[in-house]
């Protein structure tokens, strides 16, 4: 069947997420790199002196400078696809019976999976470089590593009326996830069930959560929600204009980041991220087909899914290894900060990226990892389920 001339858009009624499609094929991608390039910009600001503060700065730094200030829309990346893939996946759920059960397992056993194993190796780092004293492990609530404070990021407290752990930073887009996957099923309860109570129970708390939580929290959550409908939209075109929209995506993200907002996600930068999800979503949803098999799609999709798998792990941990790292430059290398004038100079840098990397894949291998196995574990306890009554395992793409 030939392609439409002009775009064609339906709904549907259920998301799709097979991974031999070309839209789940790009997400991994997307995710993979969205955290490499996070993860990258942190190591250059704390390794490297700001570009405008370098004379002539060398040709290679100021690329690692440009590439690294996509930063902003990597996380960007982390809410739109968290909007397609999670809420997308419990609107197909939706109205089955635990539905909102398995839902609050699988989110709670995706985040704490991951954050309390790195929460307790950023203490420990803490403690060998001198950051944190085992006393410090008490009830404050300004104490970055205060058992308050570790529980209550847990919890997306964080930002809020809580530090971030051990003053990780990245942590503050956690805390607006953790507040999403709270007020999207009140959201779709709201709209689905038939029971008057429940729906203006559920309503009620969505309004009670959108006044006491910050404003740039709630106007965000606006974004996941565009990955939520999104997930549900099917655009059929030709391959021509496929690209066309590619070279826009591309055009409108490079004009972003040169003029943008770049350090916030506030009122103020709600514009233009508004715009980048969209051209984001639009060609998410023009690619919902099934890849070919050919060895290049194979080697791209393998590739994407190795480095999406240890994504989440890599954007929680990278910041208390760079702490240790900076630290032992500091103290045996007698270096406060890298110059992007030396070639060894260099070769540390992407060194220390490389440790990062190791790092959060050995993280991954030993906890992230075992994420599937601990979540069937808890339903079979809370749900009571045999083990024939497993659900299938999740894609790999799951956020």
């Known amino acids: 069947m030939s ?10 009624r259920q998301g799709q997420f097979d991974e031999s499609c070309w839209h789940s094929i790009l997400i991994s991608v997307l995710r993979g790199l969205a955290a490499f390039i996070v993860a990258t910009a942190h190591l250059r600001a704390a390794m490297y002196p700001a570009v405008r503060d370098v004379a002539d700065p060398p040709l290679w730094f100021q ?23 999670v809420g997308g996946s419990l609107l197909n759920r939706i109205g089955t019976p635990h539905a909102v059960t398995n839902y609050a397992i699988d989110r709670a056993t995706r985040l704490w999976t991951v954050l309390i194993p790195t929460f307790l190796l950023s203490f420990v780092i803490a403690l060998g470089i001198g950051l944190a004293k085992p006393g410090d492990f008490n009830l404050s609530p300004v104490n970055p590593y205060s058992a308050l404070t570790f529980a209550g990021n847990l919890f997306g407290l964080q930002g809020i009326v809580l530090p971030d752990f051990g ?77 066309g929209w590619l070279i826009l995506l591309l055009a409108g993200a ?65 910041v208390p290894v760079i702490g240790a790292l ?7 290398l007698g270096l406060q900060q890298l110059s992007p004038f030396e070639p060894l100079h260099t070769a540390l840098y992407f060194g220390m990226l490389a440790i990062l990397m190791l790092a959060a894949y050995l993280s991954y291998l030993l906890f992230e990892s075992r994420t599937y196995r601990l979540r069937t574990a808890i339903k079979h306890a809370v749900l009571r389920r045999r083990p024939g009554q497993s659900e299938r395992r999740p894609l790999s793409t799951e956020r």
């Not at 999800?277 to 099934?290: E, M, T």
């Open 167 to 243: 003053g990780n930073f990245p942590l503050w887009s956690l805390a607006n996830e953790t507040w999403y996957y709270v007020m999207f099923p009140l959201l779709a309860v709201a709209c689905t069930t038939r029971e008057r109570t429940i729906r203006l129970a559920c309503a009620a708390m969505l309004v009670m959560l959108g006044a006491l939580l910050p404003a740039g929290i709630v106007a965000y959550f606006l974004i996941w929600l565009l990955g939520v409908a999104f997930s549900r939209i099917r655009i059929e075109c030709r391959s021509s204009l496929r690209w």
């Open 326 to 332: 900076h630290y032992w430059c500091k103290t045996h």
């Open 254 to 318: 490079g004009y972003f980041r040169l003029t943008g907002e770049l350090d916030e996600f506030e009122m103020s930068t709600l514009g233009q991220d508004l715009v980048c999800s969209l051209l984001y979503l639009v060609l998410l949803s023009s690619l919902q087909f099934k890849a070919p098999a050919a060895p290049l799609v194979r080697r791209l999709s393998t590739t994407g899914k190795f480095f999406a798998e240890f994504s989440f792990s890599l954007y929680v941990l990278h």
């Open 63 to 85: 690329g690692l400078a440009f590439v690294s200030g996509f930063a902003h829309q990597a996380v960007l990346v982390f809410f739109v696809i968290s909007g397609w893939l």
């Open 3 to 12: 392609k439409p001339t002009l775009p064609r858009l339906s709904l549907q």
